[in-house]
């Protein structure tokens, strides 16, 4: 009985014997599974960068926000101005006053706003936020101070500025000190924040400006509500009971009974987290069945080439069959062969997606990561396309009579 | 040649469908072979004698009638049983040679060992040994394209021989040879015969089938005659008295 190996050697033959045909024959396989692979590795690499840069605002988050949270998904929210005005600073002074297990609380309204220094100008970021964001949200100060409580209830024309701004608007100077101008109004530097990376969205998360929240909506923008609430709990134990609370509390404060709805969401940073993950995985699947649309085309093709196979080679099944080979020998030698070739392309495609992936990684603001079992699922779906696209020819070549094979050309 | 029956046929038959057309090939034949027989079988087109010759190497089952082969009973056979006792009992000799043209001398005569499902001692060993056998021990590692006519034909031949089987079947192994390629390898099955093989020959030239034991003639699917031969051809003594190539063109100058 002929032996896996011998097969596998006999399969490796018949591919090198005309180069062209089994590369052009792999082709479909190759992008395919290139495809298929670098898609899951982009979809992987933004689901790490989901959970580390929500990681990075700060673990134990609690998140509310304006509206009807059955709607809304995430802080995408905060962008939308359907009449969501429901959250108030005063909201904060309740869950400050009344919430027992948060450690810190923070109001923020996020928008975008060009900020101007001598003949020097940039569109920035602003978040218009309380002096708790220090430990809510993690800025860090890397020189100068964050602002204080008395800067907020006095709504001072105070900035913080994050690495990029500082660094396009002032180079290697220390800002501290200096009078920028954001919308048109003056604003003192007090401090500049360390470098917090780019988050999931793309958005360079030190192309920003921290004010305080009184001077946002009193002087720039004038509006009385927030975007966003959030709050920070000791342990992630405690985020469910200080979601409890805080519900309460802002019930009790927009006036809302215990069996009406409520006209904020309140979501952990969990939840968020799963929600992101659960979007990009679709995502992910989603492209990923587009682009195994090649692998069926390449299987095709691999099914062509193994019928012209067995037609050239019809002597040569006759004269083994003649010498003692049995039909399931003769399947078995083309389904190997059909099987190695597909895998073969499999494993060029995967090497194809590596070296994307490694370039994008590089080069551009994509991030990706290959996981082994986004490397063993192109492998056996390789292997799964050689065996179905295979199986025909191998059979027709299986069932041929040798007699009349004998005598074919 | 012992008392052994090795193949044993009753009454044969066997028909064809091509198209809409029934060909009765063979029409109810009977022939007995003994062990160490050396056997023609000889006849015009349509005789039945590719018939016959496909029946007894088992590439084919009878339509009705018994053929034994040592005495199991082909027509009883499924694929797989025939494809094992082609591979055991049969060894083909093909006039078009039929050696794979991607394989080496080698690898061609260790093909039918692929197939058989226990194991060979010293397989490799057996292999060089035929190949030496029939004079062909430095091209173990050409490529039928590198072989003459005749060198083909005698990987055929250790190829045949390999599984050490029961019997030979050759089908016109001389046809695409020249007359002194020819008498070598008759000289050759003439060998085997010696050692005890039983060989069965299929030929349109009676020159060739001179070189044997016995003539079958078939016409129109039946046996009309068994011709004992009572002082074959020798191929040995007919080379040594053939002039060389290179005489005979010397001589035609």
Known sequence: MRTFSENIKIAFQSLFLNKLRSVLTMLGIIIGVGAVVAVMSIGAGAQDSVIKSIQGIGSNLVIIMPGDSQRDMGPM?????????????????????????????????????????????????????????????????????????????????????????????????????????IMGKNFKVIGTIKSKG??????????????????????????????????????????????????????????????????????????????????????????????????????????????????????????????????KDILTQFLTESVVLSLTGGLMGIVFAYIISILLNKYSPISTSISISSILLAISFSTFVGLFFGIYPAMSAAKLNPIEALRHE | MTDKIIIKIENLAKTYKIGDFKVRALRGVDLQINEGEFVAV???????????????????????????????????????????????????????????????TFQNVELPTIYTRIKIKNKNKRIHEYIESVGLKNKEKNKPSELSGGERQRVAIARALINNPTIILADEPTGNLDSRTGEEIMAIFQKLNREGKTIILVTHELEIALHTNKIIYLRDGLIIKEEIIENPSSAEEILLKMPNLEDRISAAN
């Open chain 2, 42 to 104: 000889m006849g015009p087109s349509g005789s039945g004698k590719s018939t016959l010759m496909n029946m007894i190497g088992c590439l084919d089952i009878p339509d009705s009638g018994k053929y034994f082969i040592e005495s199991i009973d082909v027509s009883k056979l499924n694929d797989n049983q025939l494809a094992e006792i082609r591979n055991k009992k049969v060894g083909f000799v093909f006039q078009t040679f039929n050696l794979l043209a991607r394989l080496s």
């Open chain 1, 198 to 327: 780019t988050n999931t969205f793309g958005q360079d998360q030190d192309n920003t400006i921290a004010i305080p929240i009184t001077t946002a909506m009193n002087k720039l923008y004038g509006q009385n509500y927030l975007n966003l609430i959030m709050a920070k709990t000791g342990t992630e134990k405690e985020m469910a009971i200080a979601s409890e609370e805080i519900t309460r509390i802002l019930k009790k404060q927009h006036g809302i009974k215990a069996d009406e709805k409520n006209d904020f969401s309140i979501q952990s940073q969990t939840e968020i987290l799963n929600t992101l993950s659960a979007v990009t995985n679709i995502f992910t699947i989603a492209i990923s069945s587009i682009a195994a649309i090649s692998l069926l085309v390449g299987g095709i093709g691999i099914m062509n080439i193994m019928l012209v196979s067995v037609t050239e080679r019809t002597r040569e099944i006759g004269i083994r069959k003649a010498i003692g080979a049995k039909n």
């Open chain 1, 77 to 181: 929210n905060q962008f939308s101005s359907s009449g969501k005005e429901s959250l108030k600073l005063q909201d904060i002074e309740a869950i400050q006053k009344y919430a027992k297990h948060i450690e810190g609380v923070m109001p923020l309204i996020l928008s975008a706003a060009p900020v101007v220094y001598m003949n020097k100008g940039s569109n920035v970021s602003i978040y218009a936020t309380s002096e708790s964001a220090v430990s809510v949200y993690n800025f860090e100060i890397d020189t100068g101070k964050f602002f204080s409580k008395s800067d907020v209830g006095n709504s001072a024309n105070v900035a913080v500025l994050g690495k990029t701004i500082r660094e396009k608007l002032f180079g290697t100077d220390d800002p501290v000190g200096k009078s920028i101008k």
